[in-house]
């Protein structure tokens, strides 16, 4: 079935000081996630990470530190038992950073199911002024924003869920406090992208949205498989050819041609159809 059950997702986590109270509940629910999704025999499954702290001169730890997506939980559950809460500076951190570095710096498994898991107490530089131009929210925002205009990375929502678009990824938001700005701009960030952001009391909601995702994308990986073979035999997309030789429906089999789609499995062949 490899690669039609890659499953690839990748944490990104706020480290700074803030996170000092909330450190231990996010490691707690990163873990039960690799709990969760392990134990579901059907998927392959790979796990990286992204920590983010801050620009300098708030921050001259690092701006991001990336571990590689992995098959080898046990080390990725280590990695999440070592981060320590430290650093930062002004209010607002590097999300954008970290949004941005999972998407382009994992190396992310040709048509695997992708996820971002975006875990902070804080909201993104820039992000009042961004709510204030984009959603036309008169209010003004101070909270202590070193960069209240716009993040010095130049990243904004619009950029870094682009982004992840352009990577296949869906975002879905973990907001550790109850901060306004942090949880609009993590619902922004997710929803844009197909996901959805929940408080920490609720983390087990996205790890539902997860799996039901998964469920869907692998509800019937024996067709899914048997319709990439007929449109590979076939040379290019034809769903009522495909159902004829498969003897199906054509419904079942125009599913799984989107699912395959979708991740990109059948690009060769709609190309190939558009000349």
């Known amino acids: 079935m490899k690669p039609l059950n890659y499953v690839d997702l990748c944490f990104v986590v706020d480290t700074t000081g803030s996170m000092g109270s909330f450190i231990q509940s996010a490691q707690q629910q990163l873990l039960n996630a690799i709990k969760v999704l392990s134990a579901n025999s059907n998927i392959d499954l790979q796990i990286g990470l992204v920590e983010y702290r801050d620009h300098p001169p708030q921050d001259h730890s690092f701006v991001t530190r990336v571990y590689p997506l992995t098959a080898k939980l046990q080390s990725m559950q280590k990695v999440i038992n070592q981060l320590r809460a430290d650093g930062g ?3 607002p951190e ?4 970290g949004v941005y570095d999972a998407c382009t710096k994992m190396k992310w ?11 902070g107490d804080a909201p993104p530089h820039g992000f009042g002024k961004w709510l204030q131009e984009k959603m036309f929210d008169g209010r003004k925002y101070h909270n202590g924003d070193a960069w209240p205009d716009a993040c010095p990375s130049g990243l904004d929502v619009e950029s870094v869920t682009a982004t992840a678009e352009n990577h296949q990824v869906m975002i879905h938001g973990l907001c550790m406090s109850g901060d306004m700005l942090a949880q609009q701009a993590f619902k922004a960030i997710a929803q844009i992208t197909g996901g959805q ?6 983390a087990k909601d996205v790890i539902e949205k997860i799996v039901g995702v998964l469920q869907n994308e692998f509800s019937n990986l024996e067709l899914d498989q048997k319709v990439l073979e007929t449109v590979q035999q076939i040379g290019h997309l034809d769903s009522s050819k495909t159902a004829e ?3 199906m429906p054509r ?7 989107a699912r395959l789609g979708k991740r990109s499995f059948l690009d060769d062949f709609i190309q190939v159809r558009s000349y």
Do not use: E, K, M, T
Request: glycine share 6%; hydrophobic share 55%.
């Open 197 to 202: 952001c929940v408080a920490v009391s609720n």
């Open 109 to 119: 498994r040709q048509h695997s199911c992708r996820f971002i898991l975006l875990v």
């Open 89 to 91: 500076g002004d209010g």
């Open 245 to 247: 030789i498969l003897d």
């Open 251 to 257: 419904l079942p089999v125009a599913a799984a041609i």
């Open 94 to 97: 590097a999300v954008y950073s």
